[in-house]
């Protein structure tokens, strides 16, 4: 069975670092892209970016990037969501989704490949509090 | 960036009722639109793929519909299970991928 086992509940103070984490199981994590997406407390999805494991090629939204930085181990079939400088703001759900559903649209003599996010972990509960 | 419009926010609904909800991009993503269903405290769900395409294991009650800037999720006949908060999600492009704010679909 596909799952994406994501790393358990971290209660953290502001300035403080933290990396959590999202185990591929089922499956060899560098075959499909991984996302990670923050879910505020009552509040709707934002996709903060992602990652191709099988080349690091990372990509970021606007609101995410230098904040936060996403990584992988091949050998362990993990990818990593990590802060280095904790904020308050930052007390959230998140979760890990795997991009396993791809679609190959060819344009004129080049192809193009869009993904969309078939599997998710449980999610990580973040609260940084003082 | 794409962005992507749900209506209503929220839905009241009765078990056995058809609902509908409606997605729409602010610019074309072509049938690239996936919906997710989320129940409380738990993770999202992937409904629908392609606009309307339906992900293995996800009863037939629910489809998908549209291309271009509008799309529509329909639940046929409301089961007691399927009262939740459901996202739709453009992934023409990731610059960034976007979402919905979601509809939350309560008992009435």
Partial sequence: ????????????????????????????????WISWVRQLPGEGLEWMGSIDPSDSYTTYS????????????????????????????DTAMYYCARHGGVVRVPVGLEDYYYSYMDVWGIGTTVTVSS | DIQMTQSPSTLSASVGDRVTIACRASQSVDTLLAWYQQKSGKAPNLLIFGASSLQTGVPSRFSGSGSGTDFTLVISSLQPEDFATYYCQQYKSYSPYTFGQGTKLEVK
């Fill in chain 1, 1 to 32: 069975e596909v799952q994406l086992v994501q790393s358990g509940p971290e209660v953290k103070k502001p300035g403080e670092s933290l990396r959590i984490s999202c185990e591929a199981s089922g499956y060899r994590l560098t075959r499909y």
């Fill in chain 1, 62 to 89: 606007p609101s995410f990037e230098g904040h936060v930085i996403i990584s992988t181990d091949e050998a362990r079939d993990t990818a990593y969501l990590q802060w280095s400088s904790l904020k308050a703001s």
